[in-house]
């Protein structure tokens, strides 16, 4: 873990307790366009739940709602445990800066336990990792610096006609896989309209929720390896598109599921 | 709207502002198993956003968290205007009874305005509503009996492998469709785990998330008619499995897509 407390993400993630509220600072490294990365604010969200005294279990869910961006500079969050039963606990999170709410988030956290398991989704027949070259953005923004993603289809770049992209990630340098991580992950996909319009045009993340669906050890138990991420959408209306995800073990584990609701000007 | 304000969705939705805090009443006629029917509660949350007096817009996207099973009788939602931005805008909820906190909730409104739009999901090959007999659940709960649903395909009874569901539903007694009875008809599906397994286990939703697609007219516009609901599952696993959904129209409007995440003992 010495290696990981000095990682970029772990750095822009880092959260100070002062026994009442969580202190903690947006990073220029991990900027997008006009804020912070929405996955470094999500795990930001997450950290903050999960360091909270109170905290039983490991995370479930995780919902985060970008009410503003987030300037450069620090922040406070506050959580609120607002109930506690014997094997699910509910948490309510707010990021304030400069006495204002920039993002509101709910976390549902847990303890899972032996029952019938089934794998329902079809994972992707997709190469392998090394068959696939590292994607380089035209324009790269600072985010993403830290992901590395190998762009298997759906890019604003091929020639994909549907709003579909399979990718293998991880984040970059290396860094053992753990939930907020992953929750990050699931925010590093090409915004779906730019895939179906094939250029860019502004955007921002409303809402962005996060299903934890493989248990703790197999999600620690991914360490560095790449992952096979899964997104589609399914309709684009009015000033906003939808986006739903998976992620994947090469070894065929279905470890989260994603949505999320974006605006877009076009 | 005179008829509909005495619907009993309306009347188990009502709630009366103190000018402080809301307050409702849990009715034993929207029983589910060990709680309210998780539909009734969400559309309760995301009335308390609509009747805020800060209220602008209308919804984009509610997620719903189930802490603990609301007895009937009286409770209390207390609602925080997170943020006020020009297009949308952000509300926190939490649902008290006995001074405890029994489902929190965030929802974001918002305008929407034209853009360049697209279906990219397709709307299954259906039969027509009156080639489907209504379904009758062989051990109705209390809330089921405000539904109309017609079981296309994939319940606990037919020989259906996989964990897809198409129905027809609406409210019964019909009501004119608004965003809170559309949030509901989104939990009304058969539990994923039912139809894998053909029978009941104990389960009880922790987490509920409703993206509203359609504009408001084009909810609004849906009036009474049965609305087209699919659901599917990706992934059962140590105490949990979730449910991914699509509400669409007759016409082929894609009004809402939905996810949960289900508690199960099996």
Redesign the interface.
Known sequence: MAQSATHPFDQATALFFDGERFHGETRPEYYNMVGPFGGITAATMLNAAMLHPARLGQP??L?V?F??PAKVGPFVVDVIV??T?R??Q?F?M?MIQDA???T???A?F?L??????????VMPDVPTPGDVPRFEAPAPLPWMQWYHVRLIRGSALDDVE??VTYQWMRDDPPRPLDHAALAALCDTFVP??YV??KRPVPIGT??F?V?F???PDTIFRQGTNELLGVA?????????F?Q?G?VWSQDGE?LA?T?Q?V????
């Open positions: 479930l869910a919902t709602n009410a503003a607002a109930r039963n094997s699910t509910h309510s707010s204002e709410v920039v509101t988030a709910t549902v847990g899972r336990r032996d029952s019938w398991s089934h794998v329902e989704a549907d709003a779906r309209v179906k319009l409303v809402t929720t299903y669906l493989a248990d589609r959408a399914t309709r684009f209306h009015q000033g906003y939808d739903i998976e279905l599921t949505t609701l605006y877009m000007k076009t």
